[in-house]
């Protein structure tokens, strides 16, 4: 067995302490981190070892295509691809990814690593190799706050395959987002209207709430109010109104011709974008 010298590079300095032995535990439930020395069979007598001359290169690291992970109230385990790009002059023997929420990677509240022990890497130069794994997020088990919505770490690494095992791991290389379902309701009154009349737009903006399990109200919240006519595909946006305490909307518009009224949310950090459905309004 070869022993393996790793230096991993983050934040323009080295960060040997990523690859010690001892491990941090948050808080939900016991999830585990991985460290370096866990993940590539690292020994405390290679990380004294002098540091290889060169390191494998991570160029890309791509979690769900690039969509954010959504999860509501109900939402069991949900298995997402992850997939990370590296280099290095001997090729690549293994890559590692993981989603980890917290301020520093010592100290955190959630954490998902990857199923695989090792991830499928295929070659697509002598030096390149384009690597995947899957990571599951149980929303059930441990998204259990709601304070976990938002953006998450991710850590990238791969090892070379070179005599000595050159590691990258690097616990702050990108972020991606976990958000809490979103859901916008939209009605138009009275209907039938006559032309010209008042027409009144209610609707509702709502989002999971991790902690109870239920649809909660997302309250000052700015929303447009958008219609389309009724031989049309395209939405124009008529006004914005702002969210009440309980996440409702309440707003009125004058009856012009037939046509469709919705609500649209561009969503927050924690929370994703959602158009309510057309409600169709016959103006006589």
Not at 164 to 169: A, R
Not at 185 to 205: D, F
């Amino acid at each position: 067995m070869r022993i393996r010298t790793t230096v991993a590079a983050v934040s323009g300095g080295l960060v040997l302490s990523a690859l010690a032995v001892p491990v941090a535990q948050a808080d939900g439930g016991g999830v585990h981190k991985p460290t370096a020395a866990e993940r590539f069979g690292v020994s405390r007598a290679a990380m004294s070892a002098a540091a290889a001359d060169e390191l494998p290169v991570v160029s890309k690291v791509t979690v769900n295509g690039g969509k954010s992970i959504v999860a509501g109230t109900t939402t069991g385990a949900q298995t997402f691809t992850v997939s990370l790009t590296a280099s290095h002059s001997a090729g690549i023997e293994d890559a590692y990814v993981d989603l980890w929420h917290g301020k520093e990677h010592a100290h955190y509240d959630g954490v998902f690593p990857p199923n695989e022990q090792n991830a499928t890497c295929t070659p697509v130069s002598e030096t390149t190799s384009n690597c995947k794994l899957t990571i599951t997020v149980d929303a059930r088990r441990y998204l259990y706050m709601n304070s976990l919505a938002g953006t998450w770490h991710v850590t990238a690494a791969a090892i070379a395959a070179d005599e000595v095992g050159s590691v990258y791991w690097n616990d702050f290389y990108g972020t991606h987002r976990i958000q809490r379902a979103s859901k916008l309701t939209a009605n138009a009154s009275p209907e039938p209207v006559k032309k010209g009349k008042t027409i009144t737009v209610t609707g509702k903006l709502t989002r999971a709430n991790w902690e109870t399990r239920k649809y909660t109200g997302y309250s000052t919240q700015p929303v447009k109010l958008q219609f389309r006519k009724k031989d049309s595909n395209t939405y124009t946006t008529v006004k914005t109104v702002k969210t009440n305490s309980k996440g409702d909307l309440n707003t009125t518009v004058k009856a012009t011709v037939d046509g469709f009224y919705r609500w649209s949310f561009a969503g927050t950090s924690t929370t994703p974008a959602v158009n309510a459905a057309g409600d169709f309004i016959d103006v006589k």
